[in-house]
């Protein structure tokens, strides 16, 4: 444990700083003129050398990249994460404000695919070859094909335009004081978001429970359970119901990459205000600090998310911890 601890430690180090380099690195030989971009170009035009030499300081445009990157890491190992310039704000301000927004809308998003992808999974598996079979393959293989966005779209033309039952978009009504917004206001807002993340989502987790559940049925436990006496249901219920959901739990830890890359998507197509949205507005203004400290922190979450998928694949297949304790036996 404590090798396999300090492994961890390592490795989450050195993602760390290979992310925070890389994003360094990419804002930097992006064409984008931070200060172009944020001030406007007839604005630039029309401003003094003077100004324009102030604000080029101010994005640190004429910084050697080494340097910025030197100081961002050395007050990043402080707490530091430096200051947002788009905002104007501290980026751990930043961050903290717009966390919450991101989290409850993924947390959401979670939830609801992998228990819709499992049920649907299970449903299917069990009617192998029959109509529930293929609708729910078809459905899959759909979504699995249809981008984030254009679904996004889609659901606020219907749900919005043409039906009003969710708003436009945001986390809370326009021209409200936020002391006034109730929770039902915020889950209002949410839901619509929430809803297409969860039907993108479904697809992974809902064909791989769906070829598990045939394997279980086929398997000679379910058979002789059948033989005495019970349904397909039952013994699926009493025999099948564990070999099926630690595999899907696995899968969907595994999934939290993609839940955190389709939330970018519809956090633009929303309006929603969160940390996709901010990197996008970050990555388009030249705001490498804010940048690099959202991608620090995706890259932490979707560290935790496989981590946390690798420890239940050992509790799903103990033969998977007994082939790493082989390993290091011989090494």
Not at 80 to 92: F, H, K, Q
Not at 154 to 170: A, E, H, K, N, Y
Not at 245 to 261: K, R, V
Not at 267 to 288: K, M, R
């Amino acid at each position: 444990m404590p090798r396999f601890i300090l492994r961890n430690i390592v490795k989450f180090a050195l993602l760390m700083i290979a992310v925070s380099m890389a994003t360094f690195v990419l804002v930097s030989i992006s064409p984008i003129d931070p200060v172009q971009a944020n001030v406007g170009q007839a604005a630039l035009i029309n401003m003094s050398e003077a100004k324009r030499a102030q604000l080029a300081e101010y994005w640190g445009v004429n910084t050697p990249l080494w340097e910025r990157y030197v100081n961002w890491i050395t007050a990043a190992f402080q707490g530091d994460l430096g200051t947002s310039l788009r905002y104007n704000a501290p980026v751990a301000d930043v961050i903290a404000t717009r966390a919450l927004n991101s989290l409850a809308l993924m947390a959401t998003a979670w939830v609801v695919s992998g228990v819709l992808g499992f049920a649907l999974g299970i449903l299917a598996g069990a009617n192998r070859g029959r109509l529930v079979d293929r609708i729910v393959k078809g459905y899959c293989f759909l979504l699995a094909s249809v981008p984030t966005f254009w679904l996004g779209l889609v659901f606020l033309i219907v749900f919005s335009v043409w039906l009003g039952w969710f708003p436009f978009g945001f986390s809370v009504p326009i021209g409200v004081a936020a002391a006034d917004v109730t929770l039902a206001d915020a889950l209002h807002h949410l839901a619509l978001p929430a809803l297409t993340l969860s039907v993108v989502g479904v697809a992974n987790i809902a064909l791989h429970t769906r070829e598990k559940t045939i394997d279980v049925l086929e398997s000679d436990y379910v058979r002789f359970a059948c033989a005495r006496g019970l349904s397909t249901w039952g013994a699926l219920r009493h025999h099948g119901l564990r070999n099926l959901a630690l595999p899907a739990l696995t899968l969907q830890f595994a999934s939290i990459s993609e839940i955190f890359g389709g939330s970018v998507l519809v956090e633009q197509v929303f309006s929603y205000p969160g940390l996709g949205q901010a990197a996008v507005t970050a990555g388009l203004g030249g705001d490498v600090a804010l940048l690099a400290g959202i991608a620090v922190l995706s890259a932490a979450f979707v560290f935790g998310g496989n981590l946390i998928a690798n420890m239940l694949y050992g509790v799903v297949d103990p033969r998977i911890r007994r082939g790493e304790g082989e390993a290091r036996t011989h090494a």
